[in-house]
């Protein structure tokens, strides 16, 4: 007797009900519930689940149909087997729709009985299960989705800390390589605010032109930093008060090159590498480090080119003691359009110049 469960038998027939009860234990280990009314039978399926519900169709004043749908409704996974009499055949039909797990004729073996008793019972287990599995999915689902949901909120958190981390880190950089470039101006007393002047004329042009701002601030950034590269030149060319000899010449051409090398591992910079590099070029090639020419040389480093050249001619110099003359010095600029620098750029720079 391997048979386990628990069957609810609602039979309003007492010699019925007790026969049945007998033959139920008999082929199994189950435990037998018994109701004399449908009623009496949801009242005992709300206070336990049962693994199978016998039903005698000929319950007075029950309808059948109506108690598989409340039996259904109280225990979803509720099996039902309704006990029929040879006259009820058609009952049969309007039950299956309704749900029934079997309909059995009185009439039937007992083999046959047993073999849905037993079938019932193992379907209840079956659907019992699964619905447990359901429910663990839905709750681990929950459990997931609030998880998720929690990962999201820090993997943003972290993601804003990031930003404000490598925002920091750039901003250091950014005082850093400043500092080490008003180092450079303030080696030589003659040209400690060069590199703040040539921002101030650079940028006067560039709104003049009406660029995007984002191109103005990489101008302005590349003006702070056109001259890095003096670093890598000595005080001895640097601050020499007679001619320059070739050689030395050779050391100063070098370094808008070793400024754009000292600027390039910093990826933040990028756009203002190639402004470095470029501002010593010259609109007709004669400039340098590669003799690029006309619009070959990016816009900003012709702006640049200009203010740097201008703010070079109104400033002493440790070769020239006195700065040329605000008209000297346009009348200059004026003279190399075309030449060494730009005419559109110049044209721009004659329209702020008065302002500077
Ligand atoms: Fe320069
Ligand atoms: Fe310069």
Not at 241 to 260: D, F
Not at 312 to 320: G, Q, T
Request: glycine share 6%; with cysteine; proline share 3%.
């Amino acid at each position: 007797m391997s048979n386990a469960g628990k069957i609810l038998l609602i039979c309003d027939n007492k010699s019925s009900s007790s026969h049945l009860k007998e033959q139920l234990l008999g082929w199994g280990n189950y435990t037998v519930i018994e109701e004399s009314s449908g009623q009496a039978g949801m009242v005992s399926l709300s206070r336990c689940i049962c693994d199978l519900v016998i039903i005698n169709c000929t319950l007075p004043e029950t309808d059948t149909v109506l108690l598989l749908r409340e039996l259904k409704n109280t225990d979803p996974d509720c099996v039902a087997v309704v006990l029929l009499e040879t006259s009820q055949t058609d009952k049969a039909v309007e039950l299956a729709e309704s749900g029934v797990f079997e309909t059995v004729s009185r009439e039937a073996g007992a083999e046959k009985l047993r073999f849905i008793v037993d079938s019932g019972i193992k379907l209840h287990g079956l659907l019992s299960a699964s619905r447990r599995l359901n429910l663990g999915l839905v709750e681990n689902n929950l459990a997931l989705e609030k998880q998720n949901t929690l990962l999201a909120g820090r993997i943003e958190d972290a993601t804003t800390n990031l930003s404000r981390l490598y925002e920091d880190l750039r901003s250091t950089y950014m005082r850093t390589i400043k500092v080490l470039a008003q180092t450079i101006d303030a080696r030589d007393h003659y040209t400690h605010s060069h590199s703040e002047n040539v921002v101030h004329y650079a940028v006067a042009i560039a709104k003049e032109m009406k660029l995007p701002a984002r191109d103005i601030e990489l101008i302005r950034q590349a003006c702070e930093l056109h001259d890095l590269g003096k670093i890598g030149i000595g005080d001895s060319i640097l601050l020499k008060t007679s001619s320059l000899t070739p050689l030395e010449w050779e050391q100063i051409r070098k370094h808008p090159v070793i400024g754009a090398q000292i600027l390039e591992p910093l990826t933040f910079l990028n756009a203002v590498v190639g402004l470095v590099r470029q501002h010593h070029e010259h609109y007709d090639g004669s400039g340098y480090p590669e003799g690029r020419k006309g619009d070959d040389i990016l816009l900003g480093a012709r702006i640049i080119h200009v203010a740097d050249a201008y703010e070079a001619m109104r400033s002493a110099r440790s070769y020239r003691k006195i700065p040329l003359m605000k008209d000297a010095a346009v009348l200059e600029v004026k003279r190399n359009s075309g030449t060494q620098f730009d005419p559109r750029i110049v044209d721009f720079f004659l329209r702020v110049v008065d302002n500077l």
